[in-house]
């Protein structure tokens, strides 16, 4: 069978300087050590055979992939199921024991951790990064695609994947700054995931990282 690959990268640092919670509020843009990570990272993917890349409309995510587009001579593609999450506390600062948490006129969003209750179900988050991931693979069939997309949808996707619970410790996830979640394809058949951290680990607590 055809093996196609399809990375799922996550954007690099952001400049955050105020520790908000910014989700999909427009004009976050990467941070110097984040433009940095983007170009280690199209390193690092610069002797693979990728031919399409595609990324959120969000600006790091758009600033993540320009280097590897670029380096492969590829005209970046959006695709907005690749978007951030969906979340009520946008804006704001949700440090655990911190900011928004604190106050009770925000409580009765934390209700129902499963769903979850404060933002876009889980589901629904799976299903759409499935239809990137898909679309994506059928422009790269034989080769590799990039999708540049943010921490929890990629997390969601993988946790969907791995038929696991989507419901999850935040603390838990493996998905670090400019990271590399990479699914396997033998046809249309999903035979290996992958993960690599062409910048190294980062803590995924860190609010806007």
Sequence with gaps: MTRTVVHLLRHGEVHNPTGILYGRI????????????????????ADHDIVHVVASPLDRAQQTASPIADSHRLELATDERL?????????LKVAVGDGALRSPQHWPKLVNPFRPSWGEPYIEIAHRMMGAVQKARAA??????????????????????????????PRRRECSLASLTSLIFEGEQLVRIAYTEPV?????RVTGA
């Design 140 to 169: 790269a069939e034989g080769h590799e695609a990039v999708c540049v997309s943010h921490q929890l949808p990629i997390w969601t996707v993988r946790r969907f994947l791995e038929g696991k619970r989507m419901w999850h410790d």
């Design 83 to 91: 978007i951030e999450a969906d979340n009520q506390f946008e804006g």
């Design 26 to 45: 427009p004009g976050f843009k990467l941070s110097e050590r984040g433009q940095k990570q983007a170009l280690t990272v199209a390193e690092h993917l």
């Design 200 to 204: 190294g680990a980062t803590d995924p």
